[in-house]
């Protein structure tokens, strides 16, 4: 599972009165550290009293022997910003309210003695907090920064709570339509320290609707996996 916070740039962009539209893209991945498939589709709504965020997570690696019959794991996240004071001084500090939760499930559907199946929880997460928004003056270059209150249902936190750094550089080094884009996170479970950041890169060959790129997954002590990791992937992504 992951967690991506890759529009928020462009809806504090919107906040602030800059040229953009709201936006959905589905998004396709072979995950080469885990060898399967992850679509995510992803979204955000601007209106009056500021934007919402979503996107919805698919692992697809429950299999019958060989073959991929299922996903295995879903994870959701929804976010809302709240900015009533665009014209003040005071423009790039949103209130920020989100959910995170999941599913998922572990083995191998075949059958087969000694092969165990079950399944597991992504336990729901409520954070609220603080967004400030910076960016460059024609709004290619934007940097997010979040402070959120991180309280887990029956999940233990040392620290509760979440430090987030969004960034996106659209047409990087003068090359139209290459967008450089990411996040990075840190929080607490149990008394363990949590890291994952997730850089995309995105060209859309002269069209806006299709992208050709990937992500690099990094992370520590993340989703059951302890120490450090890198899963690097490919993939499409389709702007509705």
Sequence with gaps: MSTKHLLVAAFAALALGATAQAQTN????????RKHFTTTLEGFH????????????????NRDGKTVV?????????????????????APLSL???????FGTWGNLSGVPGRDYGAFPVNSAFLVGVDWFLHSGDFKNTLNLKLLYKYFVN???????????????????????????????VWTEFDNVVFL???????????????VGG????????????????MPCLGTKWVF
Aim: aromatic share 24%.
């Design 215 to 230: 992500e690099v997954e990094l992370s520590y002590n993340f989703a059951g996996m302890e120490g450090f990791h890198v």
């Design 155 to 185: 999940l233990p936190s040392k620290i509760p709570m979440q430090f987030t750094v969004v960034w996106g550089c659209q047409d990087l080094f003068g090359l139209n339509g290459l967008r450089f884009s990411g996040f990075a996170d």
């Design 70 to 90: 299922s996903p295995n794991n879903t994870y959701f996240e929804i976010a809302r910003c709240l900015n009533f004071w665009g014209d003040s001084a005071l």
């Design 197 to 211: 950041s997730e850089p995309q890169l995105w060209y859309s060959f002269g069209t806006k609707h299709f992208n």
């Design 26 to 33: 589905f998004q396709t991945f072979y995950d080469f550290g």
């Design 46 to 61: 601007m209106d009056d009293w500021g934007n919402t965020f979503f996107f919805i997570d698919y692992d697809y690696n």
């Design 96 to 102: 920020q309210l989100e959910y995170n939760g999941g």
